[in-house]
Nanobody
């Protein structure tokens, strides 16, 4: 049974930091990513990382502030979020795919999703 269990998140003031974790089990995944969805907006990709960890992607809005990483021994992916802004406020989801074809930025490639965790940044 595939499980993606998220932890971390919460509330922080602008300029602060948070770290999200996602522990995966049940399958061998190719790419993993973090997505977010704010009220009234579509889900968007924030960052993604390849199985090896050598290839990463960041949305322009988080480049230089967020870092995605993974510990293959623990089958866990992390999202370190620094210099947080109020516009980062959203529900954040971990996602994973077993597919190797396609771009890591394609939402439809991700078959497995975490439960979501709220990140709230106050000004």
């Amino acid at each position: 049974q595939v499980q993606l269990v998220q932890s971390g998140g919460g509330s922080v003031q602008a300029g602060g930091s948070l770290r999200l974790s996602c522990a995966a089990s049940g399958r061998t995944f190719s790419d993993m990513g973090w997505f977010r969805q704010a009220p009234g907006k579509e889900r968007e990709i924030v960052a993604a990382i390849s199985r090896s960890g050598y290839t990463t992607y960041y949305a322009d809005s988080v480049k230089g502030r967020f870092t995605i990483s993974k510990d293959n021994a623990k089958n866990t992916v992390y999202l370190q979020m620094n210099s947080l802004k109020p516009e980062d406020t959203a529900n954040y989801y971990c996602a994973a795919t077993t597919r190797f074809a396609g771009a890591m930025t394609t939402t439809g490639r991700y078959d497995y999703w975490g439960q979501g965790t709220q990140v709230t940044v106050s000004s």
